[in-house]
């Protein structure tokens, strides 16, 4: 499927393949994206990866061609002047502190030291790592990674983010904030690509979505066309708790959760209703500290869509 | 939006680079891997010597100690396990990205990462060869203080030819700490050898640079042990080809990063 022409578009990618040995990793994708945020959805597995690896210059297309704010992006610093990239792991160099870390990021860009330093710590504080600025990644727990990387990439002032899987490991609350701080930028001219293998995070992000699946470009268009039928699936959440039992039974109160299996880290909660569910969540966690760590969830239903679509 | 900043040049890439690097490995655990492969050979030698054998027979540990142990394995180790560092293992933890990613040349971050391995290891090895001759006590003719500070010289000339030879492997492949390993063992047969296909090895040029504080007076007995039927090459030829090694790896390895793409194990295909 190719996606349709977009006027003022700064992202445009036309018949993108990309193989590695005899694995096809993305086949014939073109589309193109306006300023603003779309979504990048895909079960894992589907290129969403090898796509915005190629989008951010790290590697080349092996047919197709890819414009990006109209420079080719691989190994362009002219190019990388302009974007910014959270990747998706918990890639970060564990020996340093978050403040060094975000300082040397924007040294390489071209700012002085004392400036560097002083744009680090405005960013790590608005990332609630004031008090952790000080001491080494290695230290910082999985939600605190996330905040850092998402400074380092909001620090760069950047015409085009892409972000990898961004609110993975965050707690309700910080989402949140990180879901509004992208819009911010969105709103401020910036191109956002918002890549995640969860309907959801994409959906309070944006209604833009790009759905990729085994490599091809699956559908392009409004996520609430998606969200129709997603909901035809059961949606399992990951619930990262202390007290799982407790939480537990408070869950199952709400008319959004349908069942809650109790799993070695937290919960495993099935909703009918995801965006009830989460809303009611960060709702419940704003008031008092429900002890809650992290959400994930596992792409089943994704997946399960994406087979509907493409009539696998 | 860009703001009237303007990304660093290649010269202060490479010094930003090469500091915050150097602050890493401050920080991390391969120089401590280097820090015990450079202190083995004085350990083995207080050993020796603390067991009350000959001042001779200390002499022929010193020698065996300084080739077999400082150079083949301290020298090229270092130099293995910093080269190995970069890029493979970051892209396989996605951290290159931010390297990779950043308004710099490629090359001037890999040559950022060369010159802080450098620092290390010529702050580390020259250092050890003179601690080696400090746990020795050889006899009252012999001038080992002589043949360390020559060692100490050539591991300044030989470090860096086994820095870029393995860098250059590094660019160009993930299994590099095997080709590595295969390198050094298989250079260690070649110098056996003698002759030519001796010349092609690191090891004769470094005991080419040692020969000549080796006199009758000093050792040369206790050298022939470790260099048996040692025909040496000339100083001048030794140094050329360590330092044209150097050069030619290096700038081989820098193309290649520039050049390539750097796929982490744990990305995904469909």
């Known amino acids: 499927m190719s996606g349709a022409a977009v006027r003022g578009a700064t992202i445009e990618v036309r018949q993108l393949s990309r193989a590695f040995g005899q694995v096809v990793a993305l086949n014939e994708v073109s589309f193109d994206v306006a300023p603003g945020i779309v979504g990048l959805l895909g079960p894992n597995g589907a290129g969403k990866s090898t796509l915005l690896k190629i989008l951010t210059g790290e590697l080349r297309p092996s047919l197709g061609s890819v414009r990006v704010l109209g420079l080719d992006p691989f190994a362009n610093p ?39 330093g002083r744009r680090a710590e405005e960013h790590l504080d608005a990332m609630g790592l004031a008090d952790a600025m ?28 892409f972000l990898d899987e961004p609110l993975t490991g965050l707690d309700p609350v910080w989402r949140h904030r990180i879901q509004t701080r992208i819009r911010e930028r969105a709103e401020a001219g910036v ?16 209604r833009q979505v790009l759905l990729l699946h085994r490599g091809r470009l699956a559908a392009q268009g409004e996520a609430r066309e998606i969200r129709a039928m997603v909901d035809k699936h059961p949606h399992r959440i990951h619930v990262e708790c202390a007290r799982p039992r407790e939480i537990g039974a408070r869950l199952l109160a709400w008319d959004s959760v349908e069942s809650v299996r109790v799993t070695p880290k937290g919960l495993l909660v099935t909703t009918p209703k995801p965006d009830r569910f989460y809303a009611s969540l960060t709702e419940a966690s704003a008031a008092e500290d429900l002890g809650v760590t992290g959400l994930h969830s596992p792409d089943d239903s994704l997946a399960a869509l994406f087979e509907t679509l493409v009539g696998g | 939006m860009s703001g009237p900043v303007r990304p660093p040049g290649a010269a202060k890439t490479v010094l930003e680079t090469a500091a915050f690097t150097l602050l890493r490995t401050a920080r ?16 083995i030698a207080l050993i020796v010597r603390a067991s009350d054998v000959s001042p001779f027979r200390q002499e022929r540990v010193f020698f065996g100690l300084l080739i077999n142990l400082h150079f083949k394995l301290a020298v090229a180790g270092t130099a293995l396990a910093f080269a190995t560092a970069f890029p493979w293992p970051e892209a396989d933890d996605a951290s290159l990205t931010w390297w990779f990613t950043s308004p710099v040349k490629r090359w001037a971050v890999a040559l950022g990462r060369f010159a802080a391995a450098l620092v290390t290891g010529l702050v580390l090895l020259p250092c050890a060869a003179l601690l080696l001759k ?10 080992l203080g002589a043949v360390a500070r ?9 470090y860096p030819a086994y820095l870029a030879v393995f860098s250059l492997v590094s660019a160009w492949t993930r299994r590099a700490l095997v080709i590595g390993l295969v390198f050094v063992v298989l250079e260690n047969f070649l110098v056996a050898l003698q002759g030519n296909v001796a010349r092609l090895t690191m090891i004769h040029h470094v005991k080419s640079l040692l020969a000549p504080s080796i006199t009758p007076d000093i050792g040369r007995a206790a050298w022939s042990i470790v260099s048996r039927d ?9 140094v050329t080809a360590l330092v044209a090694t150097t ?20 990305s995904q295909a469909a």
């Open chain 2, 150 to 158: 020559s060692a100490a010289l050539a591991t300044v000339v030989v």
């Open chain 2, 247 to 266: 050069v030619i790896a290096l700038a081989l390895s820098l193309v290649l990063v520039t050049r390539g793409e750097y796929r982490g194990k744990t």
């Open chain 2, 134 to 143: 400090s746990a020795v006590v050889g006899r009252p003719t012999s001038d």
């Open chain 1, 191 to 206: 191109t956002v690509v918002f890549s995640s293998h969860v309907l959801h995070e994409v959906e309070q992000a944006t």
């Open chain 1, 78 to 116: 002219e190019y990388f002047a302009r974007i910014a990239v959270a990747p998706e792991q918990e890639a970060l160099f564990e020996d340093v502190t978050g403040r060094e870390f975000i300082t040397f990021m924007l040294k390489l860009r071209g700012h002085d030291a004392a400036d560097a």
């Open chain 2, 28 to 43: 991390g655990k391969r120089w401590m891997i280097a820090a015990a492969l450079v202190l083995l050979p004085t350990v």
């Open chain 1, 134 to 161: 000080h001491r080494k990644i290695g230290g910082y727990s999985k939600g605190m990674r996330q905040r850092c990387k998402l400074a380092a990439v909001f620090s760069a002032d950047a015409e085009a983010l």
């Open chain 2, 230 to 238: 040692f025909e040496a090459s000339a100083a001048s030829t030794s």
